[in-house]
């Protein structure tokens, strides 16, 4: 209820003419450099394992808090459009991440319509409320840049653009610190995230401007240790695989 309502304050603060368009960047892109082909990082031995191709059960559905309704076949997790998102049952504080992902070939459509879906680095809320690495088909695709793969969504465009071809798996590797607040609910760490994509380098300790918003400017509310979610964004084209999911708990 108290996110329903702040989100409510914050439309209305954005205001009522605000438009999905006003806080797209397209320019400059970044520049496109080829990874070095795709390798499965295993977990170490400190690691939380969160999916092992077996099955789901570190994992619940956002819509009820029931099991998550995500298909798991051939040890790959893929999306089953329509279920919801899901999001991890434990909450975390700072990690180290790694998550493998895969556009499926032969993917139709444009911009943004290509295999949406995004990781939420700390889940605060049902639906898309939390702070969101976007994940999308980005090879050859333009879009707004900080709407791209790498992009902390409709905050930050990725340094450069690696992303492979549709049908090749992918890599996320993360460093996340969530940020601090005082008593009285004001900021005195904002969120930080490092992130590799396919090895390279794409946000460096970059600092976030608050929860992901699809319309209007971020701001933050007080919270603590989060969820980390995974989004079924329901657009028209065919649905993402994940695997080889781990975290490393850093305590800061």
């Known amino acids: 209820m108290l996110l329903t309502l702040v989100a409510g304050v914050l439309a209305m ?125 980005s090879y050859q695709n333009p879009t707004y840049v900080n709407g791209q793969a790498g992009s902390i969504y409709k905050q930050h465009p990725p340094l450069v653009n690696p992303a492979r071809k549709p049908g090749e798996w992918q890599s996320y590797d993360v460093v996340w610190t969530p940020p601090s607040f005082s008593a009285d609910g004001a900021v005195t760490r904002p969120a930080t995230a490092t992130v590799w994509m396919n090895g390279v380098l794409v946000q460096d300790h970059t600092a976030l401007k608050g929860p992901t918003v699809y319309i209007g400017q971020p701001r933050y509310t007080p919270h603590g240790p989060a969820a980390i979610k995974l989004q079924d964004h329901g657009d028209p084209s065919a649905p993402i695989s994940f695997r080889n999911i781990w975290l490393r708990e850093l305590g800061k």
């Open 13 to 137: 603060q954005n205001g009522a003419s605000a438009k999905p368009e006003d806080t797209e960047v397209w320019k400059p892109e970044p520049p496109v450099v080829t990874a070095a082909a795709a390798v499965t990082t295993p977990p170490p031995s400190d690691a939380v394992v969160l999916f092992d191709g077996r099955d789901l059960s570190q994992w619940k559905s956002t819509k009820d808090g029931g099991p998550a309704r995500w298909t798991v076949r051939d040890g790959v997790v893929t999306v089953n459009k329509g279920t919801g998102n899901i999001e991890t049952k434990r909450s975390f504080g700072s990690y180290q991440l790694h998550l493998e992902w895969k556009i499926p070939a032969g993917i139709t459509g444009k911009g943004q319509a290509r295999s949406n879906s995004g990781l939420f680095l700390a889940s605060i809320g049902e639906g898309d409320l939390g702070y969101e690495l976007q994940i999308m088909d």
